[in-house]
């Protein structure tokens, strides 16, 4: 059975508008001018809170400037990211922050289709199961990696007790006393909390299927897992790849889990949790800035990556395509 | 009481500058103590009202400094941790203590150490309010058990085997944090070495952890760390667990400052009867030990409008009678011999308790003055955790790595 996805309607009036440039009357050139105008105030205000700390923050990162010795500062051209890049910590926290984001991505990527699926087919008590699911992504992450904290804590925790029947946890188990240990109790606490997210998204992609290919599938003799493989999921790709795009973007900056659980002991440190010591911790606002210039670029080059290597087409995900 | 002082600071917030003026005093957690010297403190001249700080030492740190960075007036009086000072002072933040206040101090016979550490170029920066110290503390009938006699002074080795014997657990400060470093300072200072030499120098003082010391500690720590008296969360331990270590069926020994005496009071009475208490254990055989020095100096933000009145009040804030009702209250012992008379606390503590407090303030080692401690501490803080990866390489590994933070050529 070939793989049926729906058809493009609009494709060829997208091609043609690209193709030749159509003739603008003078109206609609007025129009365009008065919204260029209505919206100029927008524009300067993103500019005014967005460009400016990014210029500022770039401007920065030239120098040797700390907080606590204003008077020390000087200009010292691109040191700092060669101090950075030339660094073991921040290879390091980089890999603890990819394998973070490519773990918890993956796993709430399969939950989230089973919730999606959970709030997409549930015909009674429809709004309390949504609700419920949804819960969680509500709670602030900070209080959810208290939470956790308390509940994998050594002293008053939980999971010791009731999983020290498994072979790999005894009663006195240091969740955070190794790596692996604690990076298994952040990435719970994270997929606890997005997991949700993950699947409002999945959920919108799955209620754009339509049945009519579905009952088609049905009655041509499709199992359930060909309707699933050939139909609901090649029908949602987009929905997919903006939900994996938006939680890896999110998942490459985690900070909170690791601040709270851990404060990046046994080299748990995400990138994010780097540049936090540098800036605010060290007060080192110029190290600092080129380590969140460095972040930026990465989530920027993250992003790029995402879009170009699953083809993903924003505009067809929010239906303008 | 910290909705009073909320409420107390909202209405001035609004009430702007009608009536008297309002000092703001931010101040680390405490249980009460720093209120009720604050409502002492409060004339008809000014009141005083409390913000409180987070718990920890760092975060404390990172507030104050960022809000006295942008010359924030809003901060008259903070409560200070020792190892920050020189940072603040050095950056410009604290008002000079004045001549008549410094007068005052040293007439109520003000320990040198507290003075050491409230001292930056030669300046007296703040006002020394407690002085903390860590004593050894044990359960007296683990001892029995173990058959020490805690009468002479004991050593790391002698504890560590001892707990290991007899099925008991050392309570120590071990997670990622100041905390770590307080003992790691301790264990060096008592081997006769300093992590750091010169430290006037700035980013160029020389850094003198990889010495001999620095191995005597590196070897203690990775000897308990391995040993079997080492708790279970040894890597997370901070006071208030070691303190449950130390409640538990297997506490045996426990280094911790002086407020804990009265921490079993209500929660284990019978574990209350059972502390016992000596001297900070020895590094080396025969060599006295150096204990932790803490505390908190009262500064006066060199930003504040009313700086004058701040100074004024802050001269209250340590006088002996407010140094005794804060140690009354919280177990934080007064930075001054005048203030260990206060009546109440000879009731409330037994009388050689106090004499060790003193002994031990006047022996204890302080981290060393440096406004680049936390550049220091955080540095120890990446190589030496956690406590079971310590071994004789640490030291020097250490020394290398301070050193690059230090010039800014390495990440911390």
């Known amino acids: 059975m070939s793989t049926a996805v729906a058809p493009e309607t609009e494709k060829s009036g997208k091609d043609h508008r690209k193709g030749s440039k159509p003739v603008v009357s003078d109206r609609t050139s007025a129009e365009n001018r008065l919204g260029l105008k209505l919206v100029a105030p927008a524009v300067v205000l993103m500019l005014l809170v967005t460009a400016y700390p990014m210029l500022q923050a770039l401007y920065l990162s030239l120098f040797r400037y700390r907080l606590t010795a204003p008077d020390d500062r000087a200009f010292v051209g691109v040191d700092n990211y060669l101090t950075i890049l030339s660094d073991d910590q921040f290879w390091l926290s980089t890999g603890t922050t990819v394998l973070i984001m490519v773990v918890t991505v993956a796993v709430e990527l399969v939950i989230g289709f089973a919730f999606a699926m959970v709030m997409h087919r549930i015909v009674f008590a429809r709004g309390l199961m949504r609700t419920s699911i949804l819960i969680p992504y509500g709670i602030i992450t900070v209080v959810s990696a208290f939470a956790w904290q308390f509940a994998f804590s050594l002293n008053n925790g939980f999971v010791n007790a009731w999983f020290s029947w498994l072979p790999w946890i005894a009663e006195d188990t240091n969740w955070f006393g190794d790596y692996w240990h604690a990076m298994f109790a952040i990435m719970v606490s994270e997929i606890w909390k997005t997991t949700p997210f993950m699947a409002l998204l999945l959920l919108a992609g799955l209620a754009q299927v339509s049945e009519d290919m579905l009952e088609a599938a049905k009655v041509d003799g499709a199992t359930w897992w060909q309707r699933l493989t050939k139909v609901i999921l090649p029908n949602m790709r987009a929905a997919i790849m903006v939900a994996v795009l938006f939680r890896a973007l999110d998942a490459y900056r985690i900070f909170d889990n690791i601040f709270v659980m851990t404060k990046g002991a046994e080299g748990t440190q995400s990138i994010s949790f780097l540049t936090y010591r540098q800036v605010i911790e060290q007060m080192q606002l110029g190290l600092g800035s080129a380590m969140s210039v460095l972040l930026f670029l990465s989530v920027l080059l993250l992003a790029w990556l995402i879009v170009k290597l699953f083809r993903v087409d924003l505009a067809q995900a929010r239906g303008e395509g | ?412």
């Open chain 2, 1 to 412: 009481m910290a909705a009073l002082a909320l409420a107390s600071s909202l209405l001035a917030a609004c009430g702007g500058d009608s009536g008297t003026p309002e000092l703001v005093w931010y101040i680390n957690p405490d249980s009460g103590g720093q209120d009720a010297v604050a409502e002492k403190c409060s004339t008809d001249d000014y009141t005083i009202s409390t913000q409180v700080l987070p718990q920890d030492a760092g975060q404390q740190r990172i507030q104050l400094a960022r809000r006295l960075a942008a010359k924030d007036p809003e901060i008259d009086l903070m409560s200070l941790d020792p190892p920050f000072t020189a940072e603040f002072a050095d950056a410009g933040f604290l008002a000079e203590v004045p001549q008549d206040a410094r007068e005052q101090l040293e007439q109520q016979g003000t320990f040198q150490g507290a003075l050491d550490a409230a001292t930056w170029n030669d300046k007296l920066v703040v006002f020394p309010f407690w002085s903390n110290t860590q004593v050894l503390w044990y359960r007296k009938s683990f001892v029995e058990k173990a058959g020490i006699d805690m009468s002479q002074p004991v050593t790391w080795d002698q504890i560590i085997d001892a707990a290991s014997e007899n099925g008991g657990k050392i309570g120590v400060q071990a997670n990622k944090y100041e905390g770590y470093v307080v003992w790691i300072n301790a264990l060096v200072e008592g081997a006769g070495g300093t992590i750091l030499e010169n430290p006037e120098e700035g980013v160029d003082a020389e850094i003198t952890l990889g010495d001999e010391a620095g191995q005597k500690a590196a070897g203690i720590i990775e000897k308990l760390a391995s040993s079997e008296a080492a708790p279970a969360d040894l890597s997370v331990s901070n006071e208030g667990t070691a303190g449950s270590t130390f409640g538990s069926d297997q506490g045996s020994f426990l280094v911790n400052w002086t407020y804990i005496f009265k921490n079993y009071d209500e929660t284990a009475p019978d574990v209350a009867k059972d502390i016992g208490y000596t001297r900070y254990p020895q590094t080396v055989e025969g060599e006295e030990s150096r204990p932790p020095y803490g505390g908190i100096g009262i500064g006066v933000s060199a930003y504040s409008d009313d700086q004058e009145l701040a100074l004024e009040a802050a001269q209250c804030l340590v006088d002996p009678e407010s140094q005794g009702i804060n140690a009354d209250l919280t177990g934080n012992m007064p930075a001054s011999t005048e203030g260990y008379e206060y009546e109440a606390l000879q009731e409330t503590f037994p009388a050689d308790l106090l004499e060790l407090f003193q002994t031990s303030v006047d022996a204890a080692a302080p981290r060393t003055v440096t406004p680049y401690w936390s550049d220091v501490s955080g540095s120890i803080q990446n190589i030496w955790h956690p406590p079971r990866s310590v071994d004789d390489e640490t030291p020097e590994r250490s020394t290398t790595f301070i050193e690059d933070v230090l010039k800014g050529g390495d990440l911390l």
